[in-house]
T-cell receptor, first 114, second 118 residues
Framework: SQTIHQWPATLVQPVGSPLSLECTVE??????LYWYRQAAGRGLQLLFY??????ISSEVPQNLSASRPQDRQFILSSKKLLLSDSGFYLC?????????????FGQGTRLTVV | AQKITQTQPGMFVQEKEAVTLDCTYD???????LFWYKQPSSGEMIFLIY??????QNATEGRYSLNFQKARKSANLVISASQLGDSAMYFC???????????????FGKGTKLSVIP
């Protein structure tokens, strides 16, 4: 069966510090991978998606970047965090080529920038 | 324009009663999928139910059913016999067949917070 791991679960970082959140998927190959952010009490905003190794598309211009160094690994990074980067970050994967496939989410990372 | 609209920021329902959570969507695609997710306070996103644009029957999964009205572009979630554990945020989402260079990403609404009252 497929599983998705995301870490860390919580993170408190000072303004200006770097960020690296990691997500890995097991039990499937060539998944579509996604990073979403959820501000407190709000919906999910798609940040990045990837349809293959090294292929990253950004939905929202911002202080963050993403990379996919391996087929089932997706990393969210920042060189210098801003206060506005605080939020709940969710990694997700889905199968490819079908409109009817649901996305499966990781447990999320609650990031607080202080 | 928003692709997914959930007009109810919060809803209350008595335990054991049924509740309907509203969702309207906007797309010009003929092929698309509609999803509902539940997010408890722990933050995880739990898939509940799916409805395809070509499905003629309304989807059902246990106590969850989807009232799909294609002409009105609405996909309301109905939860029957509410339980205390149903208290959570509920998100409607859509996947379009021709979005984002084959990425098939989900677009989410802002959610509805459901509170079940004992």
């Amino acid at each position: 069966s497929q599983t998705i791991h995301q870490w860390p679960a919580t993170l408190v970082q000072p303004v200006g510090s770097p960020l690296s959140l990691e997500c890995t998927v097991e039990g499937t190959s060539n998944p579509n991978l996604y990073w979403y952010r959820q501000a407190a009490g709000r919906g999910l905003q798609l940040l990045f998606y990837s349809v293959g190794i090294g292929q990253i598309s950004s939905e929202v211009p911002q202080n963050l970047s993403a990379s996919r160094p391996q087929d089932r690994q997706f990393i969210l990074s920042s060189k210098k965090l801003l206060l506005s980067d605080s939020g709940f970050y969710l990694c997700a994967w889905s199968g490819t080529g079908r409109v009817n496939t649901e996305a499966f989410f990781g447990q999320g990372t609650r990031l607080t920038v202080v | 324009a928003q692709k997914i609209t959930q007009t109810q920021p919060g809803m209350f329902v008595q335990e054991k009663e049924a509740v309907t959570l509203d969702c309207t969507y906007d797309t010009s695609d003929q092929s698309y999928g509609l999803f509902w997710y539940k997010q408890p306070s722990s933050g995880e996103m739990i898939f509940l139910i799916y409805q395809g644009s070509y499905d003629e029957q309304n989807a059902t999964e246990g106590r969850y059913s989807l009232n799909f009205q294609k002409a009105r572009k609405s996909a309301n979630l109905v939860i029957s016999a509410s339980q205390l554990g149903d208290s959570a945020m509920y998100f409607c989402a859509m996947r379009e067949a021709y979005s984002g260079a084959g990425s098939y990403q989900l677009t989410f609404g802002k959610g509805t917070k459901l509170s079940v009252i004992p």
